[in-house]
């Protein structure tokens, strides 16, 4: 199979990446790649539906990632695990001897380990430029659920209709389900059995990363958890901050003691991001260094600086990222040709943040329990589907009011330029369209 039938392929049945944000998959197929990686580092605490579904489709996964690495003519597929997922582990032993490119490469149980660039160093040693591409330095990633998404397009002719999500906390059955694209957060929780606190905030994504959603909010193809947490949680009450508080509290208690900087992933990897620096130009409105605030715009917005390294509990990420938008709808773009620092391995290795201790210092540990993984699609009467739900164009509706459509029809067309099909997740009668989204209710 050539590069280009494969980019077909993966476009039409609306392949992205399952997480993050979304980017389609078939942008990523380039002959440049001398390395892919399969990425199943669980970057978030209490995320396990990557290692499940792996384990249980270990042989699939692992033939898709060797064929999409002689598509590109890579030279090695290297599959990227934690060392603790040992039933994974073992899953992946039993087959990745049959597919000669292939390799497993056992990962720290660290915090982001599952941040590409992170990621990237640890299993090859280069380093992704600030503001630049994986692909620069040879190397694409891969996340598992993509790429079992892919097996099913190419060997079952499905495209992606329903979505892999865990959801743990405050559940009295923490599970990891399989539902149809567009059902809500609160259907997904009601599969969980009962919610064990009183006004429950629903956290979409992972603790570190994710956000506040509502009840009513679309399942998208990039849903991997939801967390039931207590309103005053830890997590909710950062998410709920005001930017002129934290600037405020920044300027009164920030001791500039550079532990948001020591720890930070990037910086470790010789990126120009120094919130300590910035904390301080921020606070005291002293912008005569602009550099401090551009190099914002080189934070992955991981949230190690603000969730574990700072000791006043201050908010350098949250921060950021509001002058990171600020720049952005200015129109500054992040500066180009930038030279990474040499890494520095002997001083890198003693300021990975340990998964356990991020855990326990969010909160979290008691939550850390199974959730078994049911891979049957859970049936929903009605889905509200959106249109965009990847970066880059929104997929154009090509259905109407009153259409009679299949579950896995295609019922929006890819956009113009960077786009993927959406299909339709489950049969029924199309009510609604719109410019956002496509309604479908299930016909008795």
Do not use: W
């Amino acid at each position: 199979m050539e590069i280009k039938e494969l980019s077909k392929i993966l476009q039409e049945n609306g392949i992205v990446g399952a997480g993050g944000a979304g980017f389609p998959t078939y942008a990523k197929l380039d002959e440049r790649a001398e390395t892919i990686l399969l990425n199943c580092a669980e970057c978030e605490p209490l995320l396990k539906l990557h290692r499940q579904l792996l384990e249980q489709h270990a042989y699939e996964i692992t033939k898709t990632f060797s064929m999409i690495a002689d598509v590109v003519d890579a030279k090695e597929a290297i599959i990227c695990i934690k060392k603790e997922y040992k039933a994974t582990i073992a899953a992946l032993q039993q087959c990745v001897g049959e597919f000669p490119k292939v390799r497993i490469h056992l990962l720290d149980g660290v915090y982001p380990m599952g941040d590409e660039v992170v990621m990237i160093y640890e299993a090859t040693r280069k380093v992704v430029r600030p503001g630049g591409l994986p692909i620069e330095t040879g190397v694409a990633v891969f996340n598992v659920e993509t790429v079992y998404n892919a097996y099913r397009a190419l060997e079952l002719n499905h495209p992606v209709t329903d979505k892999v999500v865990s959801v743990v906390a405050e559940v009295s059955k923490p599970v990891t389900v399989r539902v149809p694209l567009g059902c809500t957060i609160q259907d997904v929780v009601n599969l969980a059995g009962v919610t064990t606190t009183k006004d429950p905030v629903y956290f979409v994504g992972g603790p570190m990363m994710g956000n506040i959603g509502l009840a009513d909010q679309p399942v998208t193809k990039t849903t991997n958890a939801i967390l039931v947490l207590p309103k005053d949680h830890l997590i909710i009450q950062k998410k709920q901050r005001k930017a002129s508080i934290d600037l405020n509290r920044a300027a009164s208690i920030c001791c500039q003691c550079q532990m948001c900087t020591d720890l930070c992933p990037r910086h470790a990897l010789g990126h120009p991001i120094e919130p300590h620096k910035f904390m301080r130009s921020a606070s005291n409105q002293d912008f005569q260094n602009t550099n401090v605030f551009i190099n914002t715009m080189f934070c992955s917005s991981c949230g190690l600086c603000e969730m574990y390294s700072c000791p006043q509990g201050l908010a350098p990420r949250s921060l950021m990222a509001d002058y990171k938008m600020g720049l952005r709808k200015a129109g500054v773009k992040p500066p180009q040709g930038v030279v990474p620092a040499p890494v520095r391995d002997e001083i890198r290795e003693f300021r990975k943040a340990p998964e356990e201790r991020l855990e326990a210092r969010l909160g979290l540990t008691k939550y850390n329990t199974d959730a078994p993984l049911n891979d049957t699609v859970v049936p929903m009467s009605t889905v509200k589907i959106l249109l965009s739900q990847h970066i880059g164009a929104p997929a154009a509706a090509i259905t109407a009011v009153g259409d009679v459509v299949e579950e896995g029809q295609m019922i929006a067309k890819p956009g113009n330029g960077l786009s993927v099909a959406i299909h339709a997740s489950i049969s029924g009668k199309v009510v609604e369209v719109t410019d956002r989204y496509i309604k479908i209710q299930r016909m008795n």
